[in-house]
């Protein structure tokens, strides 16, 4: 049984985003510019709630009100507009789990906080749901079921994506770990089967159009973490 007392993430291979970066460097958000910002936004709707192969770079344009010619000063080329949409959504959540994170609730109210930010800031309430809901951030099922298997490139950027999602989790996880006594679970594998239950709760949220389905699999992740584990 080890210490989970100075949690230190247990080494992982570091993927690139692109296919020239270089490993080990931390993420820097790229510079903001209003007409790259858009194409970004309108990028990000068409990729992750419908499909990368069945919307064009003209179509991605007229929606962000950019010129053709403007798309190709900032992205070489489709792929590469998708990989800025896979690293702008890597760090936004891991922005957002470390916000959790370093907050002073309860590692189990944590745990529940990051089903829950999905739900809330796609605009759910109590009596309205929103019309073609998409869970942002963790949701990219739709892109690696897509692309993964045939684009190095992609593969990379959604291993590299969940990497720093893990590390980020798992934060929150060796804190239930120490609070409930459950020595037996280890944090980044914990954290790995809960950002699976985020990204199973994104699909079928996203499937019925109904992002309050996030909260149920935010209570069972929390009751299969607990199950794993036998107290000390």
Not at 55 to 66: D, H, L, N, P, T
Not at 165 to 186: F, G, R, T, Y
């Amino acid at each position: 049984m080890r210490s989970q007392t100075g949690y230190k993430p247990k080494a992982r291979a570091t993927a690139v985003l692109r296919p020239s970066a270089k490993t080990n460097v931390e993420l820097q958000p790229p510079p903001v510019t209003e007409s790259r910002e858009r194409l970004l936004a309108a990028a990000s709707h068409f990729f992750l709630s419908g499909s990368y192969h069945g919307v064009g770079i003209a179509e991605i344009c007229a929606a962000a009100s950019v010129q053709k010619g403007t798309f190709y000063h900032f992205f070489p080329s489709k792929t590469d507009l998708l990989l800025a949409v896979i690293e702008r959504r890597v760090l936004e959540i891991k922005e957002t789990v470390n916000k959790i994170a370093s907050g002073k609730a309860p590692a189990a109210r944590k745990i529940l906080q990051l089903f829950a930010a999905s739900q809330q800031s796609a605009g759910d309430s109590a009596r309205e749901t929103p019309r073609d809901f998409i869970p942002p951030g963790y949701f990219l099922g739709n892109i690696i079921l897509e692309l993964a298997s045939s684009n190095a490139s992609v593969q990379a950027a959604a291993k590299h994506a969940f990497d720093h999602w893990i590390k980020a989790i798992a934060v929150i996880v060796a804190q239930l770990i120490e609070e409930e006594k459950l020595n037996s679970l280890d944090p980044e594998d914990a954290a790995e089967a809960v950002l699976a239950l985020v990204q199973g709760g994104a699909v079928m949220a996203s499937a019925y159009n109904e992002p309050r389905k996030m909260r149920a699999f935010g209570n069972i992740a929390l009751t299969l973490l607990r199950a794993s584990s036998a107290p000390a």
